[in-house]
């Protein structure tokens, strides 16, 4: 739970202007799922990291960098699970894959037009 969430909803704040309701953060740079509502770009740069920390050993596979529409990420998502068989979730803006696919997401992302980075 971040400071924001444990002090309680900030009622009033000079500082800030609007605030999200739900995440706490400042209304233009909210973090909470309402905000997934972004324009699809023309060239879309995706980024690949591979992380097992804080997993419990698991390992996951993380595209970052793709715009923040819920039913574009919703749609890569099933169509990256269903070719390379395996689970995964959207989180935040990026999508996680069960698993070290950093060769095979490379591939598939690059077919589909997007610029990959890592």
Do not use: H
């Amino acid at each position: 739970m971040t400071d924001r969430a444990a002090r309680g909803r900030v009622v009033y704040s000079t500082g800030t202007g609007r605030v999200c309701p739900t995440c706490g953060w400042p209304a233009d740079r909210c973090r909470c799922s309402s905000r997934l509502d972004e324009a699809i770009p023309a060239r879309i740069e995706a980024k690949l990291r591979f992380e097992s920390k804080g997993r419990g050993g698991k390992s996951v596979t993380l595209v970052d960098g793709l715009p923040c529409n819920a039913e574009f990420l919703a749609e890569l998502l099933r169509s990256l699970k269903k070719s390379l068989g395996t689970g995964g979730t959207v989180r935040e803006g990026s999508l996680e894959l069960q698993g070290d696919r950093r060769d095979a997401l490379r591939a598939l992302l690059t077919a589909r037009g997007f610029a990959v980075k890592g």
